[in-house]
Structure formats: C-alpha cells, structure tokens
C-alpha cells in the first residue's frame, strides 16, 4: 500500500517536470555519449522533452547553443568517444571574460543564464562535470536554478563517488601505451618516463603505473625526491633488468621543486600542467648516465571508444540522474557507492577534490611490489 502511494507521488512529481536540458562542463570524457543517451532515453520515456545544451553553460548564453534531442539524435553514440553536445572549460557564467575599453575583465552572466533557461521552458538541468563544474552548478542552484549532477572526468577527482566516468578507459589507454613502451625501452635498454593527465591528483598515474608494470610511480599526493628516483633506476641496471619505467603524473612536484605548467595562467581556466616528464627524463640521464626518453600521453586519453565499465557507469549515471529529477531531488549528485548508484548534495563534490589516499590499499600493495612513489626511505 505505501509502496503503490510512493510510486503515486513519484508520478505526481515526475508530471511537473515536461522538459529538461543537459550540458556537459569542462573537458569531455569518453562515456559521456552513454550519459547522454540514458538520460534522452529515460526522459523521453517518462513523457519528458530534452534539449542538448552545446558546449557546456556556453550554450546557454548564446542564441544557436541549444537543439532538441530525440532518439533519432542518440541513436548509434554509445560507442563513440567525445560528445555530442560539444565541451568547454571556458564558459563560468559568474565570471565571463569581456573586454570594455581595451580593458580585460569579467562579468557575472549568471541571472543570464536563468533567464535563459525559463525562457527555454526547462524545468531541470542534467549537468555532467568535475568539480569546476559543479562549483558553478551549485552556485546557480542557490540561485534557483533546479538541477543535478552526474560526476564526469578522465582524472577520477571528484569527491563522494568511488569513481568517475570517463577514467576507466583513460587508464586502459594509458596501460596499453605502457605495454607497448616496454618493449622498445628494453630493447634500447632506456629509462622512459610517461606522463599521464590527472591535474593535482595521481589516480591515472597510480591505477596505469600499477596495471603496465611501472617501477616508480609519481603522483602530486606525494612530493617526490629525485635522487631517490635515482637509485631505483641504477638498481634496475644492476640487477640487470637493463630499462625502467617511470610514470609521472602532470601534477606530480619534486620536493624542492614547483608543479609545472604549460603556457601562463589564462583568465577563467585552470592552469594547463605538464613539462614533468621532460624534466624529470633529462634530470634522470644527467644523474645517473643512462640514456632516458619521456612521452607525454596529453590528451590521447581523453580520446577513443568508451569502455565496457564506463559505457555501462555512464548508462546507469544518467538514467539515476532523471529518476533523481522525477524523485524532486534537487542539487543533488549521483554517485557510486557500489553496488547502488546514490544521490549526495553537489555542494560535497563542489567543495574539495577527492585525492589518492596513501593509506589505501591500492598504494600499500603498489609499495609492498617494489614500486616506488620517490619518497625518502621508501624503495
Ligand atoms: O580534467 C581532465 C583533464 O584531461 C586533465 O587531466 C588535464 O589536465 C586537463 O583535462 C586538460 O585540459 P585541456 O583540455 O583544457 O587542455
């Protein structure tokens, strides 16, 4: 009995929404098309209407930003990396960049937003992002604006949900490189550092390292020492292993050192990090006399066809997201605390982001083979 007056009172709620939008912030992430589709298909199926946002909440302040989507739109996107709805870092509504008088500034462009959204007739927002994102989502929601989330990123930082979409396949693509720098590192029995994306957390670097048999592993949680880097590759040549693998996190910073970035800082974006890998290769060579090479793998993984896992987390991430709008659950996130997909208040994954533990199991096991972290005493 209270269970058919529940379903009566979801569709009491679900009747009050008629059309939702969704927008992706930030970089894309494969998986997203999977979000996407779940969400179009669960809408449609509740009787809703969706419109694409393009390119995240920069669709919204221009006039050509926002297309309805049927099934004919999502049809045959499930394996396809990238999104169809574009993505962008830049557009932060409450600091849009305008240049007045030959003078470089910003705007807050958020009631624009708003308004936009009424104007659309949109009841709701799905909004897909990492942290940036939801830092934005969540402001606008105080401001009213009715929406949830669903956690997007290749680097798997973000607060409340054990994993992200988009960050199994980066790491899949990452591990396959590492594979194949095996060979060739042997053969020309060479030190070869890979750097991998993550911004200031190491999860790429510590799930691929683990997965493609690095021998160290430097990630931001753990300010490293680079003569400790030193000796673990003289060891390998000693006990002639003959080539090491080393894989270094964009963010990852030597103890005496500062983190590295590409370019100077650009108003309203993150800073870009990297050079890492190059450095630590030419350091590597110089201290220890052993010919080193470094790649640094950017944004190859952020490319390519989703995998199984985040095809079907993305699936299952969307799908929640609509129940969670018919369910009246606003400003909310949905996450993963396997084996339910939950809903937690954005404001959590708006706030911090979540790092690798050091006391965690995956990196006690990693310590306990012999991988290095380039932490004094410590392998
Ligand atoms: O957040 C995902 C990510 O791939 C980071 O790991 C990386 O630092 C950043 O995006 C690159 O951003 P952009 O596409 O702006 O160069």
Redesign the pocket.
Known sequence: MATRRNRTAERARAAAITSVGVLAG??D?PGMNAVIRAVVRTALGLGWKVHGIRNGFEGLLSPDGVQPLEVESIRGILPQGGSILGAS?RANPFELPETERGKTGTRDASERVLARVRELGLDALVVLG?QRTFRIAHRLAEKGLPLVGVPK???N?VEETVITFGFDT?VATATDALDRLHTTAKSHERVMVVEV???ETGW?ALHAGIAGGADAILIPEVPFDLETICRKVDARYRERRNFAIIVAA?GATPKSGKLLSVGPPEAG??L???GIGAWLAEQLERRTGREARSLAL??L??GGSPTTFDRLLGTRLGAAAVRLLAAGVLGHMVALRPPQVVSVPLARAAESLRRVPLDGDTVLSARALGISFGDEGVH
């Open positions: 930030g970089g992430a870092g990492g990123t290749i680097s930082d980066a994306t993550g911004r790429i964009e974006r993150d870009r990090l990297g950017g944004h993984l952020r």
